[in-house]
Protein backbone atom coordinates (compact mmCIF):
# COMPACT_ATOMS: atom_id res chain seq x y z
CA UNK A 1 0.00 0.00 0.00
CA UNK A 2 1.43 3.15 -1.28
CA UNK A 3 -0.29 6.23 1.32
CA UNK A 4 0.41 9.71 0.98
CA UNK A 5 -0.26 12.24 4.53
CA UNK A 6 -0.74 15.61 2.90
CA UNK A 7 -0.68 18.65 5.23
CA UNK A 8 0.35 17.72 8.11
CA UNK A 9 3.03 19.24 10.49
CA UNK A 10 5.61 16.85 11.14
CA UNK A 11 7.28 16.42 14.63
CA UNK A 12 10.77 15.00 15.38
CA UNK A 13 11.44 14.17 18.40
CA UNK A 14 15.29 13.37 17.35
CA UNK A 15 15.98 16.79 15.89
CA UNK A 16 13.73 18.41 18.09
CA UNK A 17 11.43 20.29 15.45
CA UNK A 18 8.50 20.81 13.99
CA UNK A 19 7.95 21.08 10.11
CA UNK A 20 4.89 21.34 7.61
CA UNK A 21 6.27 18.11 5.25
CA UNK A 22 3.71 15.67 3.40
CA UNK A 23 5.11 12.46 3.91
CA UNK A 24 5.03 9.10 1.72
CA UNK A 25 5.37 5.71 2.33
CA UNK A 26 5.12 2.36 0.34
CA UNK A 27 6.01 -1.09 1.15
CA UNK A 28 5.87 -0.40 4.79
CA UNK A 29 8.90 1.79 5.03
CA UNK A 30 8.84 6.06 4.70
CA UNK A 31 9.90 6.79 1.10
CA UNK A 32 10.38 10.47 1.11
CA UNK A 33 9.47 13.43 2.89
CA UNK A 34 8.21 16.60 1.48
CA UNK A 35 8.36 15.63 -1.94
CA UNK A 36 6.83 12.58 -3.46
CA UNK A 37 9.40 10.49 -5.14
CA UNK A 38 9.53 9.65 -8.86
CA UNK A 39 6.50 7.59 -9.91
CA UNK A 40 4.77 7.37 -6.51
CA UNK A 41 0.86 7.15 -7.18
CA UNK A 42 -0.85 6.89 -3.98
CA UNK A 43 -3.37 4.49 -3.68
CA UNK A 44 -4.60 6.48 -0.06
CA UNK A 45 -4.26 9.62 1.51
CA UNK A 46 -4.77 10.69 4.93
CA UNK A 47 -5.90 14.51 4.87
CA UNK A 48 -3.64 15.71 8.09
CA UNK A 49 -3.95 19.27 7.50
CA UNK A 50 -4.19 21.32 10.90
CA UNK A 51 -2.75 17.98 12.60
CA UNK A 52 0.61 16.45 13.89
CA UNK A 53 2.24 13.92 12.33
CA UNK A 54 4.71 12.07 14.73
CA UNK A 55 6.20 8.46 15.18
CA UNK A 56 3.80 6.00 17.00
CA UNK A 57 4.33 5.67 20.27
CA UNK A 58 6.43 3.25 22.21
CA UNK A 59 4.90 1.80 25.20
CA UNK A 60 7.00 0.34 27.88
CA UNK A 61 4.61 -1.18 30.35
CA UNK A 62 0.96 -2.41 28.75
CA UNK A 63 -0.75 -5.70 30.27
CA UNK A 64 -3.04 -7.15 27.78
CA UNK A 65 -4.30 -9.24 30.25
CA UNK A 66 -4.26 -12.90 27.67
CA UNK A 67 -3.29 -15.38 28.78
CA UNK A 68 -5.28 -15.87 32.08
CA UNK A 69 -7.11 -12.54 32.58
CA UNK A 70 -9.65 -12.39 29.75
CA UNK A 71 -12.54 -11.15 32.33
CA UNK A 72 -10.01 -8.34 32.79
CA UNK A 73 -9.20 -6.87 29.02
CA UNK A 74 -8.31 -9.34 26.05
CA UNK A 75 -5.72 -9.26 23.58
CA UNK A 76 -8.23 -7.76 20.56
CA UNK A 77 -9.69 -4.88 22.92
CA UNK A 78 -6.64 -3.72 23.94
CA UNK A 79 -5.10 -3.80 20.81
CA UNK A 80 -7.62 -1.41 19.27
CA UNK A 81 -6.88 0.56 22.39
CA UNK A 82 -3.47 0.47 21.42
CA UNK A 83 -4.12 1.80 17.98
CA UNK A 84 -6.87 4.31 19.37
CA UNK A 85 -3.90 5.86 21.67
CA UNK A 86 -1.44 6.14 18.87
CA UNK A 87 0.60 3.21 19.98
CA UNK A 88 2.29 1.27 17.82
CA UNK A 89 4.55 -0.53 19.96
CA UNK A 90 4.45 -2.15 23.13
CA UNK A 91 6.07 -4.35 25.96
CA UNK A 92 3.92 -6.52 28.00
CA UNK A 93 5.15 -7.69 31.40
CA UNK A 94 5.10 -11.57 32.00
CA UNK A 95 2.74 -11.94 34.86
CA UNK A 96 -0.41 -13.20 33.03
CA UNK A 97 -1.30 -16.78 33.99
CA UNK A 98 0.27 -19.07 33.18
CA UNK A 99 3.36 -16.66 33.49
CA UNK A 100 5.46 -16.22 30.20
CA UNK A 101 8.64 -18.51 31.39
CA UNK A 102 8.34 -20.91 28.61
CA UNK A 103 9.09 -20.42 24.96
CA UNK A 104 5.64 -22.07 23.95
CA UNK A 105 3.58 -19.37 25.73
CA UNK A 106 5.74 -16.33 24.27
CA UNK A 107 5.18 -17.93 20.62
CA UNK A 108 1.44 -18.26 21.51
CA UNK A 109 1.14 -14.62 22.74
CA UNK A 110 3.20 -13.34 19.83
CA UNK A 111 1.24 -15.01 17.16
CA UNK A 112 -2.21 -13.91 18.55
CA UNK A 113 -0.77 -10.81 18.18
CA UNK A 114 0.43 -10.72 14.62
CA UNK A 115 -2.79 -12.23 13.47
CA UNK A 116 -4.63 -9.19 14.70
CA UNK A 117 -2.50 -7.28 12.69
CA UNK A 118 -2.40 -4.42 14.59
CA UNK A 119 0.42 -2.63 17.60
CA UNK A 120 3.76 -4.58 17.72
CA UNK A 121 4.12 -6.44 20.43
CA UNK A 122 7.11 -7.43 22.54
CA UNK A 123 6.81 -9.72 25.70
CA UNK A 124 9.30 -9.78 28.55
CA UNK A 125 10.00 -12.97 29.72
CA UNK A 126 9.67 -14.27 33.42
CA UNK A 127 13.26 -13.67 35.04
CA UNK A 128 12.84 -16.67 37.38
CA UNK A 129 9.95 -19.68 36.58
CA UNK A 130 6.95 -18.64 38.03
CA UNK A 131 8.15 -15.29 39.25
CA UNK A 132 8.69 -17.04 42.07
CA UNK A 133 12.50 -16.03 42.57
CA UNK A 134 14.16 -19.35 42.94
CA UNK A 135 14.91 -20.88 39.75
CA UNK A 136 16.54 -18.79 36.88
CA UNK A 137 14.56 -19.05 33.15
CA UNK A 138 15.87 -20.31 30.23
CA UNK A 139 16.86 -16.90 28.84
CA UNK A 140 18.13 -18.08 25.33
CA UNK A 141 15.24 -19.67 24.91
CA UNK A 142 12.81 -17.22 25.50
CA UNK A 143 14.99 -14.61 23.42
CA UNK A 144 14.62 -16.69 20.82
CA UNK A 145 10.82 -17.49 21.20
CA UNK A 146 10.46 -13.55 21.02
CA UNK A 147 11.17 -12.26 24.37
CA UNK A 148 12.87 -8.50 24.20
CA UNK A 149 14.57 -8.88 27.61
CA UNK A 150 13.20 -10.52 31.57
CA UNK A 151 11.63 -9.34 34.19
CA UNK A 152 10.08 -10.11 37.17
CA UNK A 153 7.00 -7.50 36.54
CA UNK A 154 5.78 -6.67 40.76
CA UNK A 155 6.82 -9.56 42.13
CA UNK A 156 10.70 -8.59 44.05
CA UNK A 157 13.61 -11.37 44.06
CA UNK A 158 14.23 -11.98 47.88
CA UNK A 159 17.33 -14.09 47.25
CA UNK A 160 19.92 -11.77 45.98
CA UNK A 161 22.00 -14.67 45.33
CA UNK A 162 19.14 -15.75 42.52
CA UNK A 163 19.18 -12.10 41.64
CA UNK A 164 23.33 -12.47 40.91
CA UNK A 165 23.11 -15.06 39.20
CA UNK A 166 19.80 -13.66 36.76
CA UNK A 167 22.08 -10.57 36.13
CA UNK A 168 25.22 -12.99 35.53
CA UNK A 169 23.48 -15.08 32.98
CA UNK A 170 22.02 -12.03 31.48
CA UNK A 171 25.16 -10.04 30.93
CA UNK A 172 26.77 -13.43 29.43
CA UNK A 173 24.55 -13.29 26.54
CA UNK A 174 24.00 -9.25 26.06
CA UNK A 175 20.27 -9.28 27.29
CA UNK A 176 18.52 -6.67 29.80
CA UNK A 177 16.63 -7.67 33.41
CA UNK A 178 13.58 -5.24 33.96
CA UNK A 179 13.92 -4.89 38.21
CA UNK A 180 11.53 -2.67 39.67
CA UNK A 181 12.82 -1.24 42.95
CA UNK A 182 10.74 -2.61 45.95
CA UNK A 183 11.79 -4.21 48.78
CA UNK A 184 10.50 -7.25 49.11
CA UNK A 185 9.10 -6.89 52.75
CA UNK A 186 9.45 -2.62 53.44
CA UNK A 187 7.01 -2.78 50.03
CA UNK A 188 4.69 -5.40 51.27
CA UNK A 189 1.20 -5.06 52.07
CA UNK A 190 1.14 -1.10 51.52
CA UNK A 191 -1.44 0.60 49.68
CA UNK A 192 -0.50 3.66 49.74
CA UNK A 193 3.00 6.24 50.05
CA UNK A 194 3.94 6.14 53.76
CA UNK A 195 3.02 9.87 54.93
CA UNK A 196 0.84 12.53 56.30
CA UNK A 197 -2.23 11.25 53.61
CA UNK A 198 -1.79 7.75 54.52
CA UNK A 199 -1.48 8.04 58.16
CA UNK A 200 -4.65 10.15 58.23
CA UNK A 201 -7.13 7.79 55.95
CA UNK A 202 -5.05 4.90 58.15
CA UNK A 203 -3.89 3.24 55.29
CA UNK A 204 -1.01 0.49 55.57
CA UNK A 205 1.79 2.52 53.93
CA UNK A 206 4.97 1.70 51.29
CA UNK A 207 7.60 3.97 52.47
CA UNK A 208 10.29 5.61 49.96
CA UNK A 209 13.22 3.71 51.75
CA UNK A 210 11.18 0.41 49.75
CA UNK A 211 12.39 1.77 46.36
CA UNK A 212 16.03 3.08 47.40
CA UNK A 213 17.22 0.30 49.18
CA UNK A 214 15.86 -1.94 46.13
CA UNK A 215 18.00 0.42 43.75
CA UNK A 216 21.18 0.34 46.04
CA UNK A 217 21.02 -2.87 45.48
CA UNK A 218 20.72 -3.54 42.10
CA UNK A 219 23.20 -0.94 41.54
CA UNK A 220 25.45 -2.60 43.56
CA UNK A 221 24.67 -5.76 41.43
CA UNK A 222 25.14 -4.53 38.33
CA UNK A 223 28.69 -3.02 39.72
CA UNK A 224 29.14 -6.39 40.48
CA UNK A 225 27.92 -8.24 37.16
CA UNK A 226 28.13 -5.63 34.52
CA UNK A 227 24.69 -6.59 33.23
CA UNK A 228 22.53 -4.01 32.03
CA UNK A 229 19.11 -2.97 34.00
CA UNK A 230 16.41 -0.94 32.87
CA UNK A 231 14.36 -0.06 36.17
CA UNK A 232 10.53 0.76 35.44
CA UNK A 233 8.47 3.03 37.36
CA UNK A 234 10.52 5.46 39.88
CA UNK A 235 8.33 6.85 42.04
CA UNK A 236 10.27 8.77 44.20
CA UNK A 237 12.56 12.39 44.47
CA UNK A 238 15.10 9.91 45.77
CA UNK A 239 15.02 7.58 43.66
CA UNK A 240 15.28 10.05 41.24
CA UNK A 241 18.70 11.29 42.55
CA UNK A 242 20.05 7.74 42.81
CA UNK A 243 19.56 6.97 39.11
CA UNK A 244 21.02 10.10 38.35
CA UNK A 245 23.78 8.96 40.45
CA UNK A 246 24.40 5.66 38.81
CA UNK A 247 24.40 7.15 35.63
CA UNK A 248 26.79 9.59 36.13
CA UNK A 249 29.14 6.70 37.58
CA UNK A 250 28.47 5.14 33.98
CA UNK A 251 26.29 2.22 35.31
CA UNK A 252 24.75 0.48 32.43
CA UNK A 253 20.88 1.53 33.46
CA UNK A 254 18.17 3.21 31.87
CA UNK A 255 14.42 3.74 33.63
CA UNK A 256 10.87 4.83 33.25
CA UNK A 257 8.12 6.81 35.26
CA UNK A 258 4.25 6.15 34.59
CA UNK A 259 2.80 9.34 33.13
CA UNK A 260 0.49 8.84 36.32
CA UNK A 261 3.20 9.80 38.24
CA UNK A 262 3.54 12.71 35.81
CA UNK A 263 0.03 14.29 37.12
CA UNK A 264 -0.98 13.02 40.98
CA UNK A 265 0.32 12.78 44.24
CA UNK A 266 -0.83 10.87 47.29
CA UNK A 267 -3.24 14.18 48.18
CA UNK A 268 -5.45 12.91 44.92
CA UNK A 269 -6.68 9.51 46.59
CA UNK A 270 -9.43 12.43 48.52
CA UNK A 271 -11.33 10.21 50.24
CA UNK A 272 -10.55 6.29 49.20
CA UNK A 273 -11.10 6.82 45.63
CA UNK A 274 -10.03 3.26 44.34
CA UNK A 275 -9.55 4.61 41.19
CA UNK A 276 -6.17 6.46 42.46
CA UNK A 277 -4.84 3.08 44.09
CA UNK A 278 -1.98 2.54 42.02
CA UNK A 279 1.41 0.27 42.19
CA UNK A 280 3.70 2.00 42.67
CA UNK A 281 1.68 4.14 45.19
CA UNK A 282 1.59 7.86 44.34
CA UNK A 283 3.94 9.82 46.63
CA UNK A 284 4.15 13.93 47.74
CA UNK A 285 4.30 16.93 45.63
CA UNK A 286 8.60 16.86 46.22
CA UNK A 287 8.35 13.68 44.46
CA UNK A 288 6.18 14.60 41.58
CA UNK A 289 8.43 17.78 40.92
CA UNK A 290 11.49 15.71 41.25
CA UNK A 291 9.99 13.01 38.54
CA UNK A 292 9.33 15.97 36.13
CA UNK A 293 12.09 17.23 36.55
CA UNK A 294 13.99 14.13 35.33
CA UNK A 295 12.02 13.41 32.70
CA UNK A 296 13.14 17.19 31.37
CA UNK A 297 16.78 16.04 31.89
CA UNK A 298 17.31 12.71 30.55
CA UNK A 299 17.71 10.94 34.29
CA UNK A 300 14.66 9.19 33.60
CA UNK A 301 14.74 7.78 30.20
CA UNK A 302 11.11 7.19 29.11
CA UNK A 303 7.37 7.37 30.10
CA UNK A 304 5.14 4.91 30.09
CA UNK A 305 1.60 4.21 30.53
CA UNK A 306 1.83 1.33 32.74
CA UNK A 307 -1.59 0.03 31.23
CA UNK A 308 -3.16 -2.31 33.08
CA UNK A 309 -7.43 -2.67 32.78
CA UNK A 310 -9.07 -3.77 36.12
CA UNK A 311 -12.27 -5.69 36.29
CA UNK A 312 -15.01 -2.75 37.64
CA UNK A 313 -15.44 -4.75 40.76
CA UNK A 314 -12.38 -4.95 41.35
CA UNK A 315 -12.01 -1.38 41.99
CA UNK A 316 -15.69 -1.20 43.60
CA UNK A 317 -14.11 -2.93 46.80
CA UNK A 318 -12.60 -0.65 49.72
CA UNK A 319 -9.43 1.02 48.49
CA UNK A 320 -7.43 -0.66 50.86
CA UNK A 321 -8.72 -4.03 49.10
CA UNK A 322 -9.22 -2.50 45.52
CA UNK A 323 -7.24 -4.16 42.80
CA UNK A 324 -4.14 -1.54 41.58
CA UNK A 325 -3.71 -0.50 38.17
CA UNK A 326 -4.91 2.12 35.67
CA UNK A 327 -5.94 1.81 31.97
CA UNK A 328 -3.53 4.15 30.21
CA UNK A 329 -3.25 3.59 26.85
CA UNK A 330 -5.79 5.81 25.10
CA UNK A 331 -5.01 8.72 27.34
CA UNK A 332 -1.16 8.35 26.92
CA UNK A 333 -0.85 11.01 24.53
CA UNK A 334 -2.81 13.43 26.00
CA UNK A 335 -1.64 13.24 29.28
CA UNK A 336 1.92 13.33 27.92
CA UNK A 337 0.61 16.47 25.84
CA UNK A 338 -1.06 17.44 29.43
CA UNK A 339 2.36 17.85 31.38
CA UNK A 340 4.14 19.38 28.70
CA UNK A 341 1.75 22.38 28.72
CA UNK A 342 1.49 22.52 32.59
CA UNK A 343 5.81 22.20 32.88
CA UNK A 344 6.13 24.04 29.10
CA UNK A 345 8.51 21.35 27.88
CA UNK A 346 8.67 21.68 23.86
CA UNK A 347 6.07 19.47 22.76
CA UNK A 348 8.88 17.42 20.51
CA UNK A 349 10.85 16.61 23.96
CA UNK A 350 7.89 15.23 25.53
CA UNK A 351 7.02 13.33 22.58
CA UNK A 352 10.56 12.26 22.39
CA UNK A 353 10.09 10.36 25.54
CA UNK A 354 7.44 8.33 24.74
CA UNK A 355 8.98 7.27 21.20
CA UNK A 356 12.13 7.70 20.46
CA UNK A 357 13.98 7.24 24.29
CA UNK A 358 11.82 4.44 24.85
CA UNK A 359 12.49 2.62 21.33
CA UNK A 360 16.25 3.32 22.35
CA UNK A 361 15.65 1.72 25.49
CA UNK A 362 14.46 -1.76 23.41
CA UNK A 363 16.91 -1.04 21.28
CA UNK A 364 14.70 -0.66 18.45
CA UNK A 365 16.27 0.95 15.45
CA UNK A 366 13.14 0.54 13.04
CA UNK A 367 10.90 2.15 15.78
CA UNK A 368 10.92 5.68 17.48
CA UNK A 369 11.67 8.19 14.22
CA UNK A 370 10.45 9.16 11.03
CA UNK A 371 13.16 9.53 8.31
CA UNK A 372 13.20 8.38 4.79
CA UNK A 373 13.86 4.24 5.57
CA UNK A 374 12.32 4.37 8.53
CA UNK A 375 9.21 1.90 9.03
CA UNK A 376 6.09 3.74 8.86
CA UNK A 377 4.64 3.47 12.63
CA UNK A 378 3.33 6.69 12.45
CA UNK A 379 0.43 8.82 14.42
CA UNK A 380 -1.43 11.50 13.25
CA UNK A 381 -3.18 13.42 16.04
CA UNK A 382 -4.91 16.98 16.40
CA UNK A 383 -2.78 19.20 18.82
CA UNK A 384 -5.63 21.46 20.00
CA UNK A 385 -8.81 18.83 20.40
CA UNK A 386 -9.81 18.37 23.62
CA UNK A 387 -12.02 14.87 24.60
CA UNK A 388 -13.54 13.96 27.93
CA UNK A 389 -12.19 10.51 29.70
CA UNK A 390 -15.32 8.50 30.11
CA UNK A 391 -16.01 4.82 29.84
CA UNK A 392 -18.35 5.11 26.05
CA UNK A 393 -14.84 7.09 25.07
CA UNK A 394 -12.35 3.89 26.16
CA UNK A 395 -12.21 1.04 23.60
CA UNK A 396 -10.05 -0.54 26.68
CA UNK A 397 -12.45 -3.15 28.17
CA UNK A 398 -10.96 -1.46 31.41
CA UNK A 399 -12.39 1.64 32.47
CA UNK A 400 -10.37 1.98 35.33
CA UNK A 401 -8.57 5.29 35.49
CA UNK A 402 -7.93 8.38 38.03
CA UNK A 403 -8.79 11.00 35.06
CA UNK A 404 -12.27 9.86 34.70
CA UNK A 405 -14.84 13.05 34.18
CA UNK A 406 -10.96 15.19 32.89
CA UNK A 407 -11.43 17.04 29.79
CA UNK A 408 -7.76 16.18 28.00
CA UNK A 409 -5.82 17.70 25.00
CA UNK A 410 -5.03 15.77 21.82
CA UNK A 411 -6.87 13.54 20.44
CA UNK A 412 -5.68 10.65 17.64
CA UNK A 413 -6.77 10.75 14.01
CA UNK A 414 -5.12 7.93 12.75
CA UNK A 415 -2.71 5.39 13.44
CA UNK A 416 -0.34 3.78 10.59
CA UNK A 417 1.32 0.55 11.56
CA UNK A 418 4.16 -1.06 9.26
CA UNK A 419 3.00 0.96 6.37
CA UNK A 420 -1.18 0.43 6.65
CA UNK A 421 -3.15 2.47 8.06
CA UNK A 422 -4.78 0.40 11.30
CA UNK A 423 -7.10 3.43 12.93
CA UNK A 424 -8.78 6.25 11.52
CA UNK A 425 -11.07 8.33 13.40
CA UNK A 426 -14.10 9.43 11.87
Given at each position: ???????G??????????QQ???F?????IA?I?????????TQ??D?????V?P?L????A????????H?A???????A?????V???VC?P?????L?EP????????R?????Q???Y?????TV?????V?TE?????E?????????D???V?????M???Q???T??Y???????????????????G????R?GL???P????TIA?H?????V??????????H?SS??G??????AKA??????????????H?I??D??Y????????P????Q?D??A???GV??GT????????TP?D?DE?LL????????A??LE??L?L?????D?A?V?????L???????AR????AA??????????????F???A??????????????????????L??????T????Q??????
Open positions: MKIHIQGTLIDPVAGTEQDIIDAGRAGHAPAGFQATVATGLMAGVDLCRLREPGYEKTLKSEMAALAGGTSLPDTDPTDGLVEMLRFARNLNAHVPLGALGLKGQIMVELTAGCVGFSQATPIDTQVLRALYAKYGTAWLRPVDAYLGKGGVAASAVASLSGVVAAELTIFELRVTGARVHIPVAAVELVRAEGLPVSCDVTVNHLLDLIGFDAQFRLDPLRQRREIRAVDIDAICSAHVDKPFGEATPGTGLFSTVKWAEGPLATANRITTAPVLGLAGSVAVGAAADLCVDRRHWFVEPRALKSQGHNTPFLGYEPARVRAIVSGLAYEQR
